[in-house]
């Protein structure tokens, strides 16, 4: 079964797979300048990998090319400017072995933040649940309360309609004994 993915999605992980696409060619041009023995710059590396320059400074990238640089240094001054065949080939090696696991590790981490994003989101919806339900609990008191409310006022107005008739009843016999007495006093 599949799901759906969102436009904001697939966007997503096109620029996601676009990074790593831009990524992955800057280190493969950097081990080409290395193994050709160019001078490994920034802007050489951007410019030979078709990136931006940005892209060399930022993190993941910079300690690469850094590195390299280093390394390249290192291998100048020690050997004089030149490399022996042998180690250019065990150099390929270790550094197609380096990619692979560099690879395997990006993809882990990929694997890890999916994982993370995945769990921080069942924590928020676990707290909006929280929330929610203390929402309706307090409704629910609310509601409970004016029901009683509403309850109290019926048997007030079923007192205050007994007591209403009751002082019709009174008023109403008050009225007759009244005329009663009208008529009596008349009468004589």
């Not at 291998?75 to 690879?103: F, H, I, M, W, Y």
Request: no cysteine; aromatic share 2%; proline share 2%.
């Amino acid at each position: 079964m599949t799901s759906s993915r969102t436009p904001g999605q697939v966007l997503q992980e096109a620029r996601r797979k676009d990074s790593r696409d831009k990524r992955a060619r800057v280190l493969h041009t950097l081990d080409d300048l290395l193994v050709r023995g160019e001078a490994v710059t920034f802007t050489a590396v951007a410019k030979a990998a078709r990136v931006s320059t940005w892209l060399v400074y930022a993190p993941g990238v910079r300690e690469h090319i850094e590195a390299a640089r280093v390394q390249q240094a290192s291998t100048t001054t020690s050997s004089g400017g030149t490399r022996p065949a042998g180690s250019t080939k065990s150099t390929r090696t270790d550094r197609e072995v380096l990619r692979a696991d560099n690879q395997r590790l990006r993809a882990q981490v990929s694997d890890l933040k999916e994982a993370l994003h995945r769990q921080l989101g069942r924590q928020l919806d676990q707290l909006q649940t929280t929330d929610l339900t203390e929402r309706i609990g307090e409704l629910t008191a609310q509601n409970q309360e004016l029901n009683n409310h509403v309850t109290r006022l019926q048997h007030e107005k079923q007192q205050l309609e007994r007591t209403l008739t009751e002082v019709n009843d009174d008023l109403a016999a008050a009225r007759a004994s009244l005329r009663r007495m009208i008529r009596t006093e008349n009468s004589r």
